[in-house]
């Protein structure tokens, strides 16, 4: 009996995997495998055409109906513009949608991706936690012997630990800095990241409609504006190099790419890891923002049904430990630090295990339009508030709570 499969009958699909070195080495790993498998179903894989953003190369890609069968670097900010266009398609149309979701992922994560009409348009991948790095030396230095949980406890470091060491009247070390600049991304790492530990994982919409929790904005913005009042952080952003890698500053909010820095950059350098401070009397598990890449199918694809079963073998345990290992990326996983698997990886990168932690509780942004004017916006009232002191925290948070209804409103 011939066994042989006709040319013809070979479905084909395309796949475009984030253009960086360490995804595409990823993604032809597991391409590679997957074709071997399957003579069936081929797949072809391109890194997204490089660009300014991949979101520009989506959209236009879906403008001209030239977008891939898969794509594994979607940005839950750009979902909405996405489905807006009927570039994607619901994956929850598939019968195994929720035992493959419910396999890897924190149920309450889930909920937090669905879309405002009720459907799942990506497939949760990958996430990189914002947490806070710390400088051993300068906290043993200043005798402060553990990393602060609450605004309190930052407080009463930073005290200790910014100081002028030469005596020339100038602060030589911090307890932290910021890129102060209006930069709408930026807020991801100081004012978004608190905003979702402040409000145990709140983000700004709820249902598709602005939801922000003022009182969690408010003492956010309190928090930073303590720290700039009482020089904590500079007043500056400087360009001369990363303070954080000099011993200038004890803290730094960033996600685990960071680690691969201070090895390559500064592998003298002792650090710890740990959440992001919350306001006194929160209790219980920390949550963060994190930079989510996730899945989807879109639209132009004639296969979806080879196109899902291809998904789900890109989100198997043992490419999320090659994602691990190869990409130092965190999986979207609930049993990254049980399943036996991923044991040794974690046992070889200690500092890892902070970041898998964090990942259940971490959140992205809404799925929303407009994200980045709404992210303006916050980064004017961050400007204003926290580092310039010309409006108080709650005069900030309203102005913020107004802006966003308004951008909303003019996009409906």
């Known amino acids: 009996m011939n066994n042989t499969i006709r040319k013809d009958d070979v479905v084909m699909l395309t796949y475009w995997p984030a253009p960086n070195p360490q995804e595409v080495q990823v ?50 900010g750009a979902l909405a513009e996405f489905t807006r266009l009927g570039g994607l398609i619901d994956l929850d149309r598939f019968s195994d ?17 669905r ?7 990506q497939m949760p991948w990958k996430t990189n936690p914002v947490m806070m790095f710390y400088n051993k030396r300068l906290f043993e230095s200043a005798g402060v012997t553990s990393a602060p949980r609450s605004y309190s406890q930052f407080y009463a470091a930073a005290k200790k ?26 807020r991801w790492f100081d004012y978004y990241c608190f905003y979702i530990a402040a409000s145990n994982g709140s983000t700004f919409f709820v249902n598709g409609e602005p939801n922000l929790d003022e009182q969690a904005s408010s003492k956010v913005f ?29 803290t730094n909010f960033a996600g685990p790419w960071q680690i691969a820095t201070l090895q390559t950059m500064a592998p003298q350098l002792r650090y710890g890891v740990a959440p992001i401070p919350v306001p006194d009397g929160n209790d219980g598990p920390v949550h963060t923002y994190g930079d989510y890449k996730n899945i989807a199918i879109f639209s132009t694809t004639k296969h979806p049904k080879e196109a899902w079963e291809f998904v789900k ?18 999986p979207i996983r609930k049993d990254m630090l049980t399943n036996p698997l991923f044991k040794e990886y974690f046992e070889q990168n200690p500092n890892m295990i902070e970041f898998a932690k964090a990942a259940v509780y971490t959140r992205s942004v809404d799925a929303a339009p407009d ?25 900030a948070t309203k102005s913020a709570q107004q802006r966003i209804k308004v951008i909303v409103d003019w996009n409906k």
């Open 27 to 76: 993604a032809t790993a597991v391409v590679k495998e997957w074709n071997k498998l399957h003579p069936g179903i081929q797949v072809k894989m391109q890194p997204i055409p490089v660009s300014q953003s991949t979101e520009e190369v989506l959209l236009a890609a879906i403008a001209g109906r030239t977008t891939p069968d898969v794509c594994s670097n979607i940005w839950p």
């Open 97 to 113: 949608f929720d035992s493959t979701m419910l396999s890897r992922t924190p149920r309450d994560l889930i909920q937090s991706l």
């Open 115 to 121: 879309d405002p009409n009720g459907h799942f348009y």
């Open 161 to 186: 630990i910014t100081c002028d060491v030469d005596g020339d009247g100038q602060t030589d070390i911090w307890m932290g800095e910021r890129d102060i600049r209006p930069i709408w991304w930026q």
């Open 222 to 250: 309190q928090f930073f504006r303590t720290c700039y009042s009482e020089n904590y952080f500079p007043h500056t952003f400087f360009q001369g190099g990363d303070l954080f890698l000099l011993e200038r500053k004890a």
């Open 313 to 330: 073998y890109l989100v198997q345990a043992q490419y999320d430990l090659m994602l691990l290992k190869v990409a130092n990326q965190i």
């Open 371 to 395: 994200l980045k004017e709404i992210f303006d916006a916050i980064s004017q009232e961050y400007e204003a508030s926290a580092v310039y002191g010309r409006k108080s925290p709650e005069e």
